[in-house]
């Protein structure tokens, strides 16, 4: 049952993510050495599988909750966890759903969260651990140390891909200027990119269950992936065939959607995002339409980036072009011609320093 937390279970782990009033009373029960079911959700299908207990329908506090986990019965919840609906309860789920457990509550928390598909949390007090049931899914809450060392770990790992996916995207941006970009050089830089995302988002995962805990991980996350998912699309626009039947969010999906091994296959990642042309070579020569370069460009919102690359097809034709033909495109005009003409100037040199720079 154990497995990668999708978006319901991340859901339930915020629910219960440090500095919440439900993790505070899960934390209470625990301490005391008592264990306890609880169900967070109170609708019909929850109230059915219910006997005996009482209904209580207060305010729910973590005091509370501790005190009524001193009870042998299950405590059901409110959905957003404001209130206590019943407590004492005794729960009859299906008793032909599958379970993997031996213990009784637990036995109960699985079936119940299978069957219903709401949180369930089970506190074993022979174990000392809270485990969370939704769903398929079965995912035990790691101690905030534990968490924070992994997290911490996977930050420096996240730094190191970002320092040679900047690497990399340099030396693409440099290329794109001197209109030498092969097929190659945007397939490194968009491997590279997902791969950082995807450390991003295990990252995030575990920012879910740390809760408050986890603000200075969110910082230093913030600041690594600063811009990268924009950029990532925009370059995918730079270079993908767009056609009627496969649209820019289909590209970003097909890219998320690549397993490991699909992802550093180059002519897997070309053929999935339709890059180059339909018989693309891997040393194919591409040209940019200038997306992400120009999104660089002060003063130049994307709709006006949309007209410069219809007008003129390339960046390096946009880069080509005089003030005044610049002036000809709608929206710039002549006053603003000179500036958007300079801002690509400095943008080229500044592209084809940094390589250097770094080289």
Do not use: W
């Amino acid at each position: 049952m154990d497995s990668r937390p999708d978006g319901a279970m991340l859901r339930a782990l915020a629910q219960v993510a440090p500095g919440s009033p439900l993790r505070e009373g899960l934390d209470r029960v625990l301490q005391s050495g008592r264990g306890g079911l609880i169900v967070i959700g109170d609708s019909a299908e929850v109230l059915n599988i219910c006997s005996g207990g009482f209904l209580l329908d207060a305010a729910y506090t973590p005091q509370r909750l501790s005190e009524l986990a001193k009870m042998d019965g299950a405590i059901i919840l409110a959905g957003d966890s404001s209130r206590i609906a019943r407590a004492n309860v005794h729960l009859v789920p299906n008793p032909n759903v599958p379970t993997v457990e031996t213990g009784t509550r637990h036995r109960t928390a699985e079936r119940v969260a299978r069957s219903l598909n709401v949180p369930v949390v089970a506190v074993s007090e022979s174990r000392k651990e809270i485990q969370v049931y939704m769903g398929e899914v079965r995912h035990p809450l790691e101690p905030v140390s534990r968490l924070l060392e992994r997290s911490n770990q996977a930050l420096q790992t996240l730094e190191r891909y970002r320092t040679r996916l900047t690497d990399v995207t340099v030396k693409l941006s440099a290329l794109e200027v001197e209109d030498l970009v092969t097929l190659r050089d945007v397939i490194e830089v968009l491997q590279r990119s997902e791969m950082v995302v995807r450390i991003a988002a295990e990252i995030e995962r575990n920012l879910v269950e740390l809760g408050s805990d986890g603000r200075l991980v969110r910082l230093q996350l913030d600041e690594l992936m600063g811009g990268l998912r924009d950029d990532r699309r925009l370059l995918i626009r730079d270079y993908y065939n767009a056609e009627a039947s496969f649209r820019i969010d289909e590209a970003m999906e097909a890219l998320a959607g690549l397993d490991d091994e699909a992802l550093f296959d180059g002519e897997i990642l070309a053929k999935t995002l339709r890059l180059g042309s339909s018989a693309a070579a891997i040393d194919e020569n591409l040209s940019t339409r200038g997306f992400r370069l120009m999104s660089k460009l002060p003063r130049v919102p994307p709709p006006l980036t949309e007209r410069l690359v219809e007008q003129f097809g390339t960046f390096n034709a946009v880069l080509r072009a005089n003030v005044e033909q610049l002036a000809d495109v709608e929206g710039i005009g002549s006053s603003r011609a000179t500036g958007v003409k300079e801002g690509l100037t400095r943008l080229a040199e500044g592209s084809i320093l940094e390589r250097y720079r770094r080289d």
